[in-house]
């Protein structure tokens, strides 16, 4: 059974500093991993999608890599702002035909201005 | 454009009754899912569609259904609500893999469901 790991489950930076966020998974045999942001009270958007045969995707601030051999990702955000403040989670999609989601529980994010 | 609309946000249950959750999307999107989330917790896959006519059973099915009758729509079920189904339910929906296979799933806003 596939398990998603994020560490740390919250993280509170000052304005401006560059950041990591982390994800692990256990079970190497994924079709794409993908990053979305929850504000309070909301739905899920998504910011990334790496497929396996990729290393890694940039949007913006926000660059992700995938080390599939090694279950390892990383969602770093550069010159973090007060608007970054979000609980970020990172979810892994077998190789099967539906293509279902295996969340990781988040890693809440507090920019502080 | 609406997405992926779910209703109704909000709602308060006493335990043994039943009610449906209602997802529709105006994309059309092949598939379609319903997760929950709890405190502390990622999502879970419930139960999910390929396709209008089918469903599958997710990663925490028991004690809810679902049908798909429609293919803009996907709703779910609980025949005898208990306590431990408190929690945040969302649905998604993402075209099917003719269309993109690396497409990202869009997700409502959730429908946040007490049972007393």
């Known amino acids: 059974k596939q398990e998603v790991t994020q560490i740390p489950a919250a993280l509170s930076v000052p304005e401006g500093e560059n950041l990591v966020l982390n994800c692990s998974f256990t079970d190497s045999a994924i079709y794409n991993l993908q990053w979305f942001r929850q504000d309070p009270g909301k739905g899920l958007t998504s910011l990334l999608l790496?497929?396996?045969?990729?290393r890694e995707q940039t949007s913006g601030r926000l660059n992700a890599s995938l080390d599939k051999s090694s279950g390892r990702s990383t969602l770093y955000i550069a010159a973090s702002q007060p608007g970054d403040s979000a609980t970020y989670l990172c979810a892994v999609s077998p190789s099967g035909s539906a293509r279902q989601l295996t969340f990781g529980s988040g890693t809440q994010l507090t920019v502080l201005p | 454009n609406a997405g992926v609309t779910q209703t109704p946000k909000f709602r308060v249950l006493k335990t043994g009754q039943s009610m449906t959750l209602l997802c529709a999307q105006d994309m059309n999107h092949e598939y379609m899912y319903w997760y929950r989330q709890d405190p502390g917790m990622g999502l879970r896959l419930i139960h999910y569609s390929v396709g209008e006519g089918t469903t599958a059973k997710g990663e925490v099915p028991d004690g809810y259904n679902v049908s798909r009758l429609k293919k803009q729509n996907f709703l779910l079920g609980l025949e005898s609500a208990a306590p431990s189904q408190t929690s945040v339910y969302f649905c998604a929906s993402r075209p099917n893999l003719m269309v993109g296979s690396n497409q990202p799933q869009h997700f409502g806003d959730g429908t946040r469901l007490s049972i007393l």
């Open positions: 790496i497929q396996s045969s990729q």
